[in-house]
Structures are given as structure tokens and as C-alpha cells.
């Protein structure tokens, strides 16, 4: 059993703050499923979740006007004061990538210069290896795999590096198939995205159920069961039909009131505050899992 399940510090201290914590675990169930497919694992995002804890934690405290010290941080966030000193300093959420086994054999072998063969003219440098047997002693996959970690099977970390596009394997033959772990500029792109647009849908959600909320936003959703897949499609065609209206309304709203706003500005020579927006829609369909034995209601309205 894992040793915070034994430590009631580590556990909310009444009811409402058990339901937020389920609530949470709901949220981070595809982002972890996101992270695991880029083979982020628990350490890295548990080293980076004490630096949001902290940040946090600071934020809530200059918004109560208390003083801001270590041991403040510690209690609010449940940081250990010695973390609290070291990750304070940091920029916000710049977590230290815990290395996998699989990205520690990957740099191991384009790094390593045992694993490294010369150029054949005998005047060039030594290059990589393109492929490594698969079986047998070293240099092989499976010896360099063992010598990396003890605790993950050679063929595991093999699949979880043909899973990364990294290798590819020929009969039994390992080849490289990238010189880099570093992920696409596309898919780099697409994750700053993904990051913006849900950090400030939650934003929105949890500013509306926060308690003593004097305005809220728009975050509402419609919720059906039942559907058959070719209907759970039809509707994905009309939630984009219904958006592309909503987007142009927006972008043309939006302009006007950024050139209103630069205007007053160079009128009055003032130093006007400024506020960012976004707003944004989904849409999403999966299989109702079969243990679902009492549905939710068929339909949900405003979530505010």
C-alpha cells in the first residue's frame, strides 16, 4: 500500500474537501492518459505538481493579504519547507522531467561512445549505431535495456520506444528511426494549446463555484445518453456547425473592442488597464461503459 494512504495529512479533513479532491481525479484522468502516451510518468508530474502547489499557494496568500514566508507556503500547500525553499525560486510550472527508463536507454544509446562504430575511411569520427541486435550480450537492445534498469523488461521498453516512433524493429534487429527525444514542433504546438484553452476552461468552472463569486462566467454543457454512434456523430456535426457562427461573431466583436480600446488609449494617454479573454466550445462521444447500471439524467443544463 502506498505510505500516503497511511497518513491522514495527506487526506482532505472533512467532506467537502473529498468531494473537490474526486472531483479533481476526474479531471486528471485524460491528462494522465495524455501524459503516459508521451511517456511522462508519476515522477516527473509529482515533482511538478509541488511547484504548482506552491505557486499557488503564494498566489492565495498575497489575494488574503497575509505574509507570504516558507512556513506559510508549507502549511497552506503541504509542500515540505525544504521544498518550498528550493521551488519558490523557480519560474511557474518549470517541473524537472523525472528521466523514464525508456528515454534514459534512448540517450544512453546515441550518447554512449562504446555504442558507437567508426565511419569506415578511418579519418571520420565514430558514429551511432543505426541498429543494435536485439538478443545477446553487449552491444545488444536487450543488454543495453538491462544495464539501464533492473525494474522494466528489455521487450517493455522496446515497445514503449516503438510506441514513441523512436525505433523500429527488423526481424531481430533494432533501428534507430530518430536521432532526438524531443517531440515534433506540431505536436509541441498542439500541446501549449491544449494547456491554455483547458487551464482556462477550468479557470471559468472553478471561478463559478467558488464561494463569494460576485459575477460568472459562461460554462455550460448539454449532456445525453443513449445515443447510437451514428447519432453521437451527427451531433459532433452539428456542434461544429453551431461553433463556426459563434467564432466569426466573436473574432469580429473582439477586433472592434481591442480598436475602441488602443483608440481610448490614445486619447487620454492612459495607462488603461488590460484584460485577456477566451472563450471557446467542445464537443465528446465514447462508448457508455457497461457497468453503468443507473444512468445520469438525460440531459444537463447550465453548469455554473
Do not use: C
Request: aromatic share 6%; no cysteine.
Amino acid at each position: 500500500m502506498d505510505s500516503t494512504q497511511l497518513n491522514p495529512a495527506t487526506q482532505p479533513s472533512d467532506d467537502r474537501g473529498q468531494r473537490s479532491l474526486d472531483a479533481a481525479m476526474l479531471v486528471l484522468a485524460p491528462l494522465v492518459r495524455w501524459l503516459l502516451r508521451h511517456g511522462v510518468h508519476y515522477g516527473a508530474v509529482a515533482q511538478g505538481l509541488k511547484q504548482v502547489f506552491i505557486h499557488e499557494a503564494r498566489q492565495e496568500l498575497e489575494r488574503r493579504g497575509a505574509k507570504v514566508t516558507d512556513s506559510a507556503l508549507s502549511v497552506l500547500s503541504g509542500v515540505h519547507r525544504k521544498d518550498v525553499r528550493v521551488l519558490a525560486t523557480l519560474p511557474q510550472v518549470q517541473a524537472a522531467l523525472v528521466p523514464t527508463p525508456a528515454s534514459m536507454l534512448f540517450t544512453r544509446w546515441v550518447t554512449d561512445p562504446a555504442l558507437r562504430v567508426g565511419a569506415g575511411d578511418g579519418q571520420s569520427p565514430p558514429v551511432v549505431r543505426p541498429s543494435l541486435p536485439r538478443h545477446g550480450p553487449m552491444p545488444s537492445f536487450e543488454a543495453l535495456a538491462r544495464e539501464v534498469s533492473s525494474d522494466v523488461h528489455p521487450r517493455t521498453l522496446l515497445e514503449e520506444l516503438q510506441r514513441l516512433g523512436l525505433v523500429s524493429l527488423a526481424g531481430d534487429e533494432v533501428r534507430l528511426v530518430a536521432d532526438r527525444y524531443v517531440a515534433p514542433t506540431a505536436e509541441l504546438e498542439a500541446a501549449q494549446t491544449l494547456g491554455v484553452n483547458v487551464a482556462d476552461h477550468l479557470n471559468a468552472a472553478v471561478h463559478n463555484i467558488s464561494g463569494g463569486a460576485t459575477k460568472r462566467f459562461l460554462e455550460q454543457s448539454v449532456y445525453a445518453y443513449g445515443l447510437s454512434p451514428a447519432s453521437a456523430e451527427a451531433l459532433a456535426e452539428v456542434a461544429r456547425d453551431l461553433w463556426a457562427p459563434a467564432f466569426e461573431a466573436m473574432v469580429q466583436a473582439t477586433t472592434a473592442r481591442l480598436v475602441g480600446d488602443d483608440a481610448d488609449r490614445a486619447a487620454t494617454a492612459a495607462a488603461l488597464p488590460r484584460e485577456r479573454m477566451r472563450f471557446g466550445a467542445y464537443y465528446y462521444h465514447e462508448a457508455e461503459p457497461p457497468e453503468a447500471v443507473t444512468p445520469p439524467p438525460p440531459l444537463a443544463g447550465p453548469v455554473a
